[in-house]
């Protein structure tokens, strides 16, 4: 991240292009994903740039509801660096200011929270993307959460277990979009 600009810990800034699409411009989403066989050849497999709704097999809702979604996965990506991650990385002088900082800061709002932000930049240069990969590691887990929620609901349908053993050999094969597709197929 750049430490001349003072950010807030934006879930939008660690989101790949497609979900900063989604949270910006709802409305021009369509409410289901393209057709695989249409875009299977320029379509990325990537987890980074497949969109969190469509992973989730999200076809409604509001850009409020959309939004609102994004801030709370934002705070769960930020509580997870404050518990685990920033002592770790700072030093017990800088950790020490970085916890008086952050007593001053309780209950903060996002936008209140970037004298926080800008602090941790100027000691962890790789601050943006250690936050991406936080971010791509909850977008993962929410994706195999859905894997795990279909199983059980669908325990006793057997096609419908083969798609999601399918599922999960995708995932391992780093093949998300593919993944996704399939689960929004059964849903």
Not at 25 to 46: C, G, K, L, W
Not at 176 to 181: D, I, L, M, P, R
């Amino acid at each position: 991240m750049n430490t001349d600009t003072a950010q807030t810990p934006n879930l939008q800034d660690q989101l790949p292009p497609q979900d900063q699409a989604a949270q910006q411009d709802q409305a021009s989403m369509p409410a289901q994903a393209p057709e695989p066989a249409a875009n299977a050849s320029s379509q990325s497999e990537r987890l980074e740039d497949q969109n969190v709704f469509f992973m989730l097999g999200v076809k409604d809702g509001t850009n409020e509801q959309r939004e609102e979604f994004l801030d709370e996965l934002q705070q769960v990506i930020w509580q997870d660096f404050l518990d685990y991650d920033v002592k770790l990385l700072l030093t017990q002088e800088e950790y020490q200011e970085f916890e008086n900082l952050l007593k001053k800061q309780a209950g903060a709002s996002l936008e209140q929270q970037e004298e926080l932000v800008v602090y941790l930049e100027k000691l962890i240069p790789e601050l943006e993307e250690i936050m991406l990969e936080k971010a791509l590691e909850l977008k993962a887990d929410l994706f195999r959460e859905r894997i795990t929620g279909m199983r059980e609901y669908y325990a006793n349908q057997a096609d419908i277990m083969q798609k999601l053993q399918r599922a999960e050999e995708l995932i391992t094969q780093e093949r998300w979009y593919s993944a996704a597709v399939l689960l929004n197929e059964i849903d």
